[in-house]
């Protein structure tokens, strides 16, 4: 009899008290898949092996071949998981095939079921690859129950990717993304974009709360294998002219929550975002790349009404940071104070109710300020009873010269609404004007749901002076049934008033927002991907009295240039569309958008992008 036949035979007799018991339980499912544990620089490569499993099929033992190449490993060994130890159960393994067994019934739970350490060999080189075949369980009853494998391949980097010391030495921090996340049911997508003529030398770095290295596994779906993993802190990679560099974290869903921050070098231009998205929920929302190295942040809150808001800080410097706080409630009285220490290169991200319990059913702004000579990031999470998350923009160096949204929705299931900020210390007057797709005033109905600030009314504008640290909230929607007013919003002003909007989709409760466009660029970049069944959609207008003709560059992700299109805009005017509707070949694409500003004239653009499970986020222009 082959170790395998008995094998299996073992793991039914230890799984329970009679081989005679067994029957098909063909309804149950369960699962298998691998993730990197660790890849060590002195040779070895750590795999985790993950059960998933419903609470009414939980296995008490599982069986499962690991396929590999012999000539690139020396050996390996096995030790359990936490959710074999917890089970009280052994892992032994004989050549590539190993059994999770016990001399007891006791289910095994979800969780990591086994580690295997490989030890490399001396000539090992680019990527290893692992695959799981004939997954086997059992019940505690010694039934057989179905086990699937997901994410049972998976291909390891061996070798980091470093630049070479007098490459690494030309490096400057551009940026940095103030949360990532992963496993846990979470990922993290990370988009870096050359927007520059030349080739860019760039390096993503990881960090933790305390700022040490953040090592994770990152994937790569733009390569030739998208399940390679390279397990790192840190990449480096040579970005071509207008091509996009994306990466992935993630982790088993059995896997505690990862959360940490990214620091963006280069010896160019870069630019870019990441897409934080939970698998579990369908969540998905956007973080920009804060490249401001601003004197001081402003993020606006509302814990009113169910929301709650969630905040992250991260230190670009390697020194720690006490980072001053001042909070203010939507008149702009100030609250409290306060202060945050975060280490140094480290992170920080908390409830802001939980932090500060004096905004707790309040909406208001958070004043962040950096140490002097300190240089921090900052990003806003806006959670809704319904169970959706979106990011709220860190306003900086808002200025005087006010700025449009590009893309404004009302009625029809669709709500927005306009967040106003005086970010000065003096009174301003704020002028928000709507215009329709042809330009003429669009007339929207508006509510006011902060006390004393008028009654409901349909408009196509709106006057306020706003007193300084004032935050002002207009929503604008509509029944169900009424049709779709679609359009853009252009704010005017004499102070420094900035803001967002926040589109809600009420059938489901995803919500997305927009910062108000205020750079006034030659151009601007839209990364679009429309594939794996995703859709992005473009909103384009004109903050200009005279027509527009924008014309548009398309790129693939290589920054090879694919098309040229152009969009024809009136004085005011906006438009929206379906982008592979639009611009038949950037279908079952990736790449980039370039939006060129017509000589004298002043344009905002918008992505959305929504994936098969409906959960919309916007992309955020970035400048050229």
């Known amino acids: 009899m082959t170790f395998s036949k008995l094998a299996f035979r073992y793991l039914m007799v230890a799984a329970g008290t009679s081989i005679g018991l067994v029957s098909t339980c063909a309804a149950q499912s369960n699962s298998l898949s691998l993730s990197v544990n660790s890849v060590s620089t002195s040779g070895f490569v750590s795999l985790n092996v993950s059960l998933t499993s419903a609470a009414a099929s939980q296995p ?35 050549g590539n095939l190993c059994v999770i067994w016990g001399l007891n019934t006791t289910a095994i739970p979800s969780g990591v079921v086994a580690v295997l350490t490989f030890q490399l060999s001396s000539t090992v080189s680019g990527d290893l690859a692992f695959h799981i075949t004939d997954a086997l369980a059992a019940s505690p009853l010694a039934e057989p129950i179905a086990l699937d494998v997901a994410d049972g391949r998976i291909a390891v980097v061996t070798q980091p990717i470093l630049f070479p010391p007098d490459v690494a030495a030309g490096l400057t921090v551009m940026g940095s993304i103030a949360e990532i996340v992963s496993s846990g049911g979470w990922d993290t997508t990370i988009n870096l974009i050359n927007n520059g003529s030349t080739s860019t030398h760039a390096r993503l770095k990881f960090f933790g709360y305390d700022g040490s290295d953040f090592s994770l596994p990152l994937t790569f779906p733009h390569g030739p294998d998208p399940t390679s993993t390279l ?90 940071a006490n980072v001053q706080v001042t909070i203010r409630d939507d008149t702009g009285a100030e609250l409290g104070a306060g202060s945050l220490f975060v280490p140094g290169s480290g992170h920080a991200s908390f409830v802001l109710s939980t932090q500060f319990p004096f905004t707790m059913d309040k909406r208001g702004t958070i004043e962040i300020l950096p140490p002097s000579g300190g240089q921090i990031s900052a990003v806003g999470m806006r959670f809704t009873s319904p169970g959706t998350i979106t990011t709220v923009p860190a306003l900086a160096n808002v200025g005087i010269t006010g700025g449009s949204l590009s893309h404004i929705a009302s009625a029809n299931g669709w709500k927005t609404t306009f967040v106003l900020v005086n970010t000065g210390a003096a009174a301003a007057q704020a002028h928000l004007r709507f215009f329709a797709d042809g330009g003429s005033a669009l007339s929207l109905p508006l509510t006011f749901p902060q006390s004393g600030e008028g009654a409901s009314s349909v408009a196509s504008g709106l006057d306020r002076t706003m007193a300084a640290g004032a935050t002002l909230v207009i929503e604008s929607t509509g029944p169900d049934t009424d049709p779709l007013l679609t359009g853009s919003a252009q704010l005017t002003t004499d102070g420094d008033v900035g803001g967002f909007v926040i589109f809600r989709y009420n059938p489901n409760g995803q919500e997305a927002t927009v910062p108000l466009e205020n750079r006034n660029a030659s151009a601007y970049l839209l ?69 060129v500003t017509p000589s004298g004239g002043r344009i905002s653009a918008l992505g959305i992008r929504t994936p098969p499970t409906l959960a919309f986020t916007t992309l955020p222009a970035l400048t050229k």
């Open 60 to 94: 008490a033992a599982l069986q499962w071949t690991l396929n590999y190449s012999t000539s690139d490993i020396i050996g390996f060994t096995a030790i359990e998981g936490a959710a074999a130890i917890g089970a009280g159960k052994t892992v032994t393994c004989s």
């Open 231 to 320: 397990f790192a802190a840190s990449l480096d990679q040579t970005i071509s002219p207008g091509a996009t560099l994306v990466t992935r974290s993630t982790g088993p869903d059995v896997f505690p929550v990862q959360q940490g921050a990214a620091q963006v070098s280069a010896d160019g231009s870069i630019n870019g975002f990441a897409i934080l998205r939970n698998r579990i929920n369908h969540w998905e929302t956007t973080v920009p790349i804060e490249m401001h190295n601003a004197t001081s942040f402003l993020l606006a809150f509302d814990n009113s009404n169910g929301l709650a808001i969630g905040l992250a800080v991260a230190n670009l410097r390697p020194q720690p």
């Open 527 to 595: 990364a679009f991907d429309n594939t794996a069944g995703i859709v992005t959609g473009v909103a384009v207008s004109n903050a200009s009295m005279e027509a527009a003709i924008v014309q548009v560059v398309i790129r693939d992700d290589t920054g090879a240039q694919i098309g040229t299109e152009s969009v024809t805009l009136s004085p005011n005017g906006h438009t929206a569309f379906g982008l592979a509707t639009q611009f038949p070949v950037t279908a079952g694409m990736r790449g980039t958008l370039e939006f």
